[in-house]
């Protein structure tokens, strides 16, 4: 791909993650290429390439089921809105480089010269393994307060320290995230919950105050409440996904807003509503006050909601509801919702060992 740039008269890098993750030896999640072609001359070049928008506008190019992102080179006088409108200005790597967050995450690598550029100490930060934002955190994350839930994110994957400056400048601005688009977040955030690493994660965002704009009731739930629901579905979670088991979003996010459905649905239960309308409206009331902050996209909130409901279904029992439930679209997602609410003793064990006992046979 940088060859087809380079070939065609650009300058192209392969950068970002693609270079950090290389160094490092563990497999990139997309490949991050910056160029001096402009999109439109990306497009042209790259048949199926398709715009993506975001903070900075990049093209991206599936090719043989890998994620391939590439940017144009950001010159240094537009600030974020005037490069969302004029993506036809090429800057120099160096200029580019200085707009990115991390110095692990501005290192340029030229493959037709075979070259690698470091503007900001990224391979001292590499082989130290600290997180380190290129200029002053307290600019950075007052610019672009998602910077801090990146920083979360890559210190738990890869394994590596968050620079004492940042941690503080973190603690100073935490507040800020609220002013990331609610879209945005939701991409972090499930990002972050597909990890592999999103107990950590989780409990990083509580104890920086981060999680408050995102999650309001997550450090209730894991660090304060005395059930361990929470913290042992995300234990669950990452241990499924380093057995190369798939998680979806949905099921994550269903498993994580749990509690607070729970709570929703025994209050309501208590005011003596029937189980199953109890549980329909909780789980509208549970969503759309999660979307204001988190814009829990509607495929997702769909599934969620339809995870929950089955749980009404776990607990009649097996003999009143197995034939219906295995019918339901989401009955293995409920299921591993039920398990996980039947290992933090939840549920009655004499409804946990019927519910085995039928899946055994
Ligand atoms: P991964 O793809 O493994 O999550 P990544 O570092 O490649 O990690 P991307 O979201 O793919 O992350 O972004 C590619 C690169 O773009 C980053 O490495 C970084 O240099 C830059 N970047 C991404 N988001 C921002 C941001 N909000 N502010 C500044 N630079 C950013
Ligand atoms: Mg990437």
Known sequence: MARTLQHAGFSAYVTGGAVRDMLLSIPAHDVDLATSATTADIIALFPGAVEAGGRFRIVL??????RIEIATLRPAS???????HCPHIAGSPAEDAAQRDFTINALYYDPGQERLTDFHGGMADLQDKVLRTIGNPDERFRDDPMIMLRAIR???????????EAVASIDRHAALIAKVSPERLFAEVARQLTSGQAAGCMRDLCRHRLHAALLPELRKDLLDSQSSFTGLALQSVDDSLARGTRM?????????????????WDALQKNGWGVMPALERAAHDVCSAQSACLGIRERVAGDIHAIWSTQA?????PHRAGADLDQHPRFRA?????????AAQEVDPELA???SAQRRR
């Not at 890559?154 to 004492?164: D, M």
């Not at 979806?248 to 929703?264: D, E, I």
């Open 61 to 66: 190019v599936p090719i043989d089921g890998q």
């Open 78 to 84: 537009a600030d974020s809105a005037s490069r969302q």
């Open 154 to 164: 890559f210190a738990h994957r890869l394994g590596f320290s968050i620079a004492s």
């Open 248 to 264: 979806s979003a949905s099921f994550v996010f269903a498993a994580l807003l749990w509690p607070q459905l729970k709570r929703a």
């Open 313 to 317: 279904y776990f607990a009649i029992g």
């Open 334 to 342: 409920g299921y591993n919702l039920f398990q996980l609410r039947c």
């Open 353 to 355: 060992n019927a519910w």
